[in-house]
């Protein structure tokens, strides 16, 4: 399993990083959600599952209940799941920012 923020399921879901070797850019949405089923198909015969925390995106918190990126088939949705009542408003660059200030 793999805890990510609601920027990283974003991403996750993101078809550009799916498209194959010579695809349109001006797929179709049906083909791109295509691209991303197949990839989440691949991750999920090994049993992979995100567990989505919430975060702070344009300035308004986004959660993977209110706020899910894409229409999955319920088989592939089950792979994301809500991490609830957790909110913590920092990035992970930031975190490693304030890191590499103290170790100096």
């Known amino acids: 399993d793999f805890v990510v923020g609601y920027d990283t399921y974003r991403r996750i879901l993101n078809p550009k990083y799916y498209a194959p070797a010579g695809a349109k850019a001006d797929s179709s ?24 925390a919430g975060r702070v995106d344009a300035d308004i918190f986004r959660t993977l209940e209110a706020d899910p990126v894409m229409d999955l088939p319920q088989e592939l949705s089950d792979m994301f799941l809500s991490l609830p009542d957790f909110r913590n408003d920092i990035s992970s660059t930031a975190i490693r920012l304030r890191e590499a200030d103290t170790t100096r």
């Open 29 to 52: 949405p049906e083909e791109q959600c295509g691209w991303v089923a197949e990839a989440l198909q691949r991750l999920q015969s090994k049993n992979v599952r995100f567990i989505v």
